[in-house]
C-alpha cells in the first residue's frame, strides 16, 4: 500500500525540467551559419586545453546556471587553408560554453577537436552549447573531408 501511495505521489509531482531535445549539428550548418556571420573566423583542428574546473556546475539549479560561462584555453594545432590543415596555429582562446537550464555544452579538455574561432573584438572566441554551435569533439575523417570542401566552394548542404 506504501509502494502504491508513494508511487502515485511521485507521478502527481511537478516535473521541473523536460529533457533537451537537440538535433545533431552539422559541419556544415556551423560552417554556412559561420559564413552568413559579419563576424570573421578561421577553423581549427587540433588540441584543446584548459582548466576543467572552469566548466559550469551541472550540479547547480536549473535557474542557477549562468546563461554562459567564459572559459579561458589554449588550442593547438592546424588552421585550414586552401592547401587543407596545413598552417600551424598555437593560440589563446576563449571558449564561451552556453547553458540552456541546467543543460551545459560537453567540452573536453585535451581531445582532439575542430573548431570555428570567431575573430572579434572579444579577442579569438569558440562558442558552444548543448545543441551545437562551433565546436566539435573528436572529428571524423568525414567531418573533416566536408568542411574542406565547404571550404573549397564546393556544395555544402548539410548531411545526416
Not at 17 to 43: G, K, M, Y
Request: aromatic content about 8%; proline content about 7%; charged content about 20%.
Amino acid at each position: 500500500m506504501r509502494a502504491g501511495l508513494f508511487a502515485c505521489l511521485l507521478a502527481l509531482a511537478p516535473v521541473t525540467a523536460e529533457a533537451l531535445s537537440c538535433r545533431p549539428h552539422a559541419i556544415e550548418a556551423a560552417f554556412l551559419q559561420a559564413q552568413e556571420d559579419e563576424a570573421s573566423f578561421v577553423i581549427v583542428q587540433g588540441r584543446l586545453d584548459f582548466d576543467r574546473g572552469q566548466m559550469p556546475n551541472k550540479h547547480l539549479t536549473p535557474d542557477a546556471h549562468p546563461q554562459s560561462t567564459v572559459i579561458d584555453a589554449r588550442l593547438t594545432g592546424s588552421m585550414l587553408t586552401a592547401k587543407g590543415f596545413a598552417t600551424p596555429y598555437n593560440k589563446p582562446v576563449r571558449v564561451s560554453v552556453a547553458c540552456y537550464g541546467p543543460w551545459c555544452a560537453n567540452v573536453q579538455r585535451g581531445g582532439h577537436v575542430l573548431a570555428f574561432v570567431e575573430l572579434g573584438e572579444e579577442g579569438r572566441v569558440i562558442a558552444t552549447n548543448p545543441c551545437g554551435g562551433y565546436l566539435f569533439q573528436n572529428p571524423t575523417t568525414k567531418m573533416l573531408r566536408a568542411v574542406k570542401s565547404c571550404f573549397a566552394g564546393n556544395d555544402c548542404t548539410p548531411h545526416r
